[in-house]
């Protein structure tokens, strides 16, 4: 059986055997597919008329961009993506989703036809999630670096990208006339490089397959479907993973149910073992001058998220637990640091240009900052003074302070304020 598969035009073969109402005999896993109508208001074919259709797409490949692809697979890897393509939508003709019913089909039916397990697994996973990259493509913002991310997760290797975008201009063809267009094969290609330019950045790709699992975990969760769906959906959405990756559900759920009520700001004081302070804003904050006030204490680390609504979260953890009768000073200095006429007086550290690398090829739409150097007190205040009268706005910010080290990590939005005068931000900081 594999050898049709190795065919250049398997599809006549198969072609001819659907006319004598033989394929699903030959084919097992579509005998239940064989002239099932299709009503979706999409495909126009049935099903297994379609799935012909796809593999002659792929074998007559039109776009010379994918042609190209192509022809870098191996024969083995071609062979797999005819087999992918060709029972894809096997598991329709049931009443449970047809993804996975598909990809279990392809395993048993490959399993027996002798491939090896790597192949197995290769194929069973583009046939399950086979509508992924189109859907992604067409529904979803495919430069946001979020979505791009999660998408790159689920196909984390250069094989798996281009068989994927193989298959979906196969699926698409497979469809009718017109269908593959210049509209769609650019939304397609976008995504596709996007993904391939994301596979460079192991340390968020890994972080962003952490985020999609604590994602299912949240949406299992009782007091997650108990929430209001458009506050669900403004959860998932929010864009960094820090949440996803540091925070118990629990916390998630209280952070984005507080802030869902806020309308100015709220905050809160922590001091069992050290001290951590929690702010949530909608209201404009003067954090340089916040930092500045409590530049005394050692900083160990900031978390600062996007939430919604033109919300933020921030969790700025101290290494140290202070005295009963100095919270309220603090909770008194943030009040300070949301009144308009605040005015932060800071010293510069001593920062050389070298302490800082500025990358704005990092994402699409966000530029990355780190900053390397002696720990000093007063120093994230004065970062975060220089962004706030530059209107450089963070998406989030790592930060870890290591002995006498500090390694800062900020992901800032990219804009005519960051990308086009580094220069100047890197002369504005030390």
């Known amino acids: 059986m594999p050898a049709i598969f190795k065919q250049p035009h398997a599809h006549s073969i198969l072609t001819a055997l659907s006319e004598?109402?033989?394929l699903g005999e030959y084919i097992q896993p579509?005998?239940?597919?064989?002239?099932?109508p299709q009503f979706d208001g999409y495909h126009r074919f049935p099903v297994d008329t379609h799935l012909i259709a796809c593999l002659k797409a792929l074998e007559n490949i039109?776009?010379?961009y994918l042609q190209e692809i192509y022809d870098a697979l191996s024969p083995e890897h071609q062979m797999i993506l005819k087999l992918a393509t060709l029972l894809h939508d096997a598991g329709k003709g049931r009443l449970s989703d047809h993804h996975p019913i598909g990809a279990k089909l392809f395993k048993a039916y490959t399993q027996k036809i002798g491939l090896s397990p790597e192949d197995i697994e290769l194929g069973s996973k583009l046939v399950l999630y086979h509508n992924r990259l189109s859907q992604t493509a067409q529904k979803e913002d495919i430069y946001s670096p979020l979505i791009v991310a999660q998408f790159t997760a689920l196909f984390p290797s250069k094989l798996e990208l281009d068989m994927l975008l193989l298959l979906t201009y196969a699926d698409t063809t497979g469809v009718g006339s017109n269908i593959y267009?210049?509209?769609?094969a650019r939304l397609f290609k976008g995504l596709h490089k996007n993904a391939l330019d994301f596979l460079d950045n192991r340390e968020f790709l890994n972080?962003?397959?952490k985020r999609l699992e604590r994602i299912e975990k949240l949406k299992s969760s009782a007091r997650f479907k108990e929430l209001p769906k458009i506050l669900q959906t403004k959860i998932i959405n929010i864009e960094s993973n820090i949440p996803f990756i540091r925070y118990k559900t629990a916390k998630i759920i209280e952070i984005a149910t507080e802030a869902k009520e806020i309308k100015n700001y709220k905050y809160k004081l922590a001091n069992k073992n050290f001290l951590t302070i929690e702010i949530i804003k909608k209201s404009r904050i003067n954090m340089g001058y916040l930092l500045s006030k409590l530049r005394n204490l050692n900083l160990a680390n900031m978390d600062i998220i996007k939430l919604f609504d033109?919300?933020?979260?921030f969790k700025i953890d101290f290494n140290q637990k202070v005295e009963k009768d100095l919270l309220q000073e603090i909770g008194a200095v943030i009040e300070e640091a949301f009144l308009p006429d605040t005015v932060t007086q800071t010293q510069k550290p001593q920062i050389a240009k070298e302490d800082i690398i500025?990358?704005?090829?990092?994402?699409?739409?966000y530029a990355q900052m780190k900053l390397t150097t002696k720990d000093q007190k007063g120093l994230l205040a004065h970062v975060m003074n220089v962004f706030e009268k530059l209107d450089i706005d963070i998406v989030s910010a790592k930060l870890f302070t290591r002995k006498d080290r500090t390694d800062d990590l900020f992901l800032v939005e990219k804009n005519g304020n960051f990308c086009d005068n580094e220069e100047f931000i890197k002369e504005q900081l030390v």
Do not use: M, W
Not at 310 to 313: E, V
């Open 20 to 22: 004598v109402n033989g």
């Open 30 to 36: 579509l005998k239940k597919v064989e002239a099932l």
């Open 62 to 64: 039109e776009d010379p």
């Open 181 to 184: 267009n210049e509209f769609t």
């Open 207 to 209: 972080e962003t397959h």
């Open 310 to 313: 033109d919300k933020k979260y």
């Open 358 to 365: 500025i990358n704005c090829t990092h994402g699409i739409q």
